[in-house]
């Protein structure tokens, strides 16, 4: 291995573990070490910027703008509170209500972006019955990796693999993995049912004041809702027929986001561009760089070889390597790096003249996505439920996020086997 390959490897590494330890903000490890991997000369800058996916960032702003300005006319909470009389104030039922809107609405805002909504509400639910809210945000956690697992835009692994395979496109994530992802949250909910029924109690006066409140006071401003929700429709409908518009995800994202910016008007510009979530943007950017080192170098293609002389090249046992190896690493080193290196190690498999990469592209999303259930620091969305939980006195620490989503992840990742198999193998 040539010495370029070595310290690229090194310095990916070394920036990898960082990440993990969390001593230092992640995106701030990401960029210094893109700015060390294009100052030894591992990578130059031009070859740097070309590695940078602004498919990716442009959908992440695109949407993060849409749901932004959504969120100022109070439609989640009143989503929400209408969610909590419709399951009449009962908790348990609440639980599964909010779990499920958590998914449903990761699939179609994206994950992050969802439980950054759902958590404030929960807390404002949940002091209301006065019920401990950590098992509402645990199922939240989950729900929101499950749910983001289904569509392209729902996580940020589809978003990348998405933006790096033109042929997977919106419609192509929703008719290969919403079925199965549907499968796995009805398991989840029934688990979640069995263990958490008899620990949420709530008094008469508390279910009570949860039906009386009126959500319709929940909406601050209905000109804006219809706009939003007018501008968010047209996205997604977008989103379906991107590839026969021949525009990428990225385009239509920004699009919407700059004809409700219309809309709405100039004075609204600076807040809702001030809420895209920056830091993540510029972690993205970091990362490209980093695994444009081990592309330049060869060390992806190395690794790809040995995958294909491990298995022989067999489809099933391939699939299965990526499924479980994905899952396994994405819960413990955050699903966004690993796949930022997977992604090119697929692509150099099938130049080596592997058949059909279709599965090894739906084994990589599953196990990433629902690999991020696995631990805390799985998946971006994980992190944001924890920093905020912390805030209002209710942490959740890593070893009893482990006990609850370790053997949930297990078991979807063996549902997503079967999967796998009887559809594709």
Same mark, same amino acid.
């Given at each position: 291995?040539?010495?370029?390959?070595?310290?690229?490897?090194?310095?990916?590494?070394?920036?990898?573990?960082?990440?993990?330890?969390?001593?230092?903000?992640?995106?701030?490890?990401?960029?210094?070490?893109?700015?060390?991997?294009?100052?030894?000369?591992?990578?130059?800058?031009?070859?740097?910027?070309?590695?940078?996916?602004?498919?990716?960032?442009?959908?992440?702003?695109?949407?993060?703008?849409?749901?932004?300005?959504?969120?100022?006319?109070? $439609? *989640? #909470?009143?989503?929400?509170?209408?969610?909590?009389?419709? /399951?009449?104030? !009962?908790? &348990?039922? +609440? @639980?599964?209500?909010?779990?499920?809107?958590?998914?449903?609405?990761?699939?179609?805002?994206?994950?992050?972006?969802?439980?950054?909504?759902?958590?404030?509400?929960?807390?404002?639910?949940?002091?209301?019955?006065?019920?401990?809210?950590?098992?509402?945000?645990?199922?939240?956690?989950?729900?929101?990796?499950?749910?983001?697992?289904?569509?392209?835009?729902?996580?940020?692994?589809?978003?990348?693999?998405?933006?790096?395979?033109?042929?997977?496109?919106?419609?192509?994530? $929703? *008719? #290969?993995?919403?079925?199965?992802?549907?499968?796995?949250? /009805?398991?989840? !909910?029934? &688990?979640? +049912? @069995?263990?958490?029924?008899?620990?949420?109690?709530?008094?008469?006066?508390?279910?009570?004041?949860?039906?009386?409140?009126?959500?319709?006071?929940?909406?601050?401003?209905?000109?804006?809702?219809?706009?939003?929700?007018?501008?968010?429709?047209?996205?997604?409908?977008?989103?379906?027929?991107?590839?026969?518009?021949?525009?990428?995800?990225?385009?239509?994202?920004?699009?919407?986001?700059?004809?409700?910016?219309?809309?709405?008007?100039?004075?609204?510009?600076?807040?809702? $561009?001030?809420?895209?979530?920056?830091?993540?943007?510029?972690?993205?950017?970091?990362?490209?760089?980093?695994?444009?080192?081990?592309?330049?170098?060869?060390?992806?293609?190395?690794?790809?070889?040995?995958?294909?002389?491990?298995?022989?090249?067999?489809?099933?046992?391939?699939?299965?390597?990526?499924?479980?190896?994905?899952?396994?690493?994405?819960?413990?080193?955050?699903?966004?790096?690993?796949?930022?290196?997977?992604?090119?190690?697929?692509?150099?498999?099938?130049?080596?003249?592997?058949?059909?990469?279709?599965?090894?592209?739906?084994?990589?999303?599953?196990?990433?996505?629902?690999?991020?259930?696995?631990?805390?620091?799985?998946?971006?969305?994980?992190?944001?439920?924890?920093?905020?939980?912390?805030?209002?006195?209710?942490?959740?620490?890593?070893?009893?996020?482990?006990?609850?989503?370790?053997?949930?992840?297990?078991?979807?990742?063996?549902?997503?086997?079967?999967?796998?198999?009887?559809?594709?193998?």
């Amino acid at each position: 291995m040539e010495q370029q390959a070595i310290w690229a490897i090194v310095l990916f590494l070394i920036t990898y573990a960082l990440i993990v330890s969390e001593k230092i903000h992640r995106t701030i490890v990401a960029m210094l070490g893109a700015a060390l991997m294009v100052g030894f000369g591992i990578v130059d800058q031009e070859n740097a910027i070309h590695h940078i996916d602004f498919n990716t960032l442009g959908l992440l702003v695109g949407m993060m703008i849409i749901v932004g300005i959504t969120a100022e006319t109070g $439609l *989640f #909470n009143y989503i929400a509170v209408a969610a909590a009389k419709k /399951a009449k104030g !009962v908790p &348990i039922r +609440i @639980l599964v209500s909010l779990a499920v809107i958590t998914a449903v609405g990761s699939a179609f805002l994206d994950n992050v972006t969802t439980v950054l909504l759902m958590v404030p509400v929960t807390f404002s639910i949940t002091r209301q019955l006065k019920v401990n809210p950590i098992p509402f945000l645990l199922t939240q956690i989950v729900a929101s990796n499950v749910g983001g697992t289904a569509t392209l835009i729902g996580d940020p692994p589809n978003i990348m693999i998405g933006s790096a395979v033109k042929e997977l496109t919106f419609n192509a994530f $929703l *008719f #290969n993995l919403a079925p199965i992802v549907v499968v796995i949250m /009805a398991v989840y !909910v029934g &688990i979640f +049912i @069995l263990m958490f029924r008899k620990s949420l109690r709530a008094s008469e006066e508390a279910v009570r004041g949860i039906m009386e409140m009126d959500e319709r006071k929940l909406i601050t401003n209905r000109k804006l809702l219809a706009q939003s929700l007018s501008v968010m429709g047209l996205t997604i409908v977008g989103f379906f027929t991107h590839q026969l518009l021949h525009l990428e995800s990225a385009t239509v994202a920004l699009a919407g986001a700059f004809v409700l910016l219309l809309l709405t008007g100039e004075h609204a510009m600076e807040r809702a $561009l001030g809420k895209v979530e920056w830091t993540t943007i510029f972690f993205f950017v970091g990362l490209f760089v980093l695994v444009s080192g081990l592309v330049e170098t060869g060390v992806i293609a190395e690794l790809a070889q040995k995958a294909i002389d491990w298995t022989g090249g067999d489809p099933v046992a391939t699939s299965m390597l990526i499924l479980w190896l994905s899952a396994i690493a994405s819960a413990f080193l955050d699903n966004i790096p690993f796949v930022a290196t997977m992604i090119p190690m697929i692509q150099e498999i099938g130049a080596l003249g592997y058949g059909d990469l279709e599965p090894l592209w739906w084994s990589l999303a599953l196990g990433a996505c629902l690999g991020g259930n696995g631990a805390l620091i799985g998946a971006s969305a994980n992190l944001i439920v924890a920093g905020l939980a912390g805030k209002e006195g209710h942490p959740i620490s890593f070893m009893r996020y482990l006990k609850f989503g370790f053997p949930l992840m297990l078991l979807s990742i063996v549902i997503s086997s079967a999967y796998l198999y009887l559809r594709y193998l």
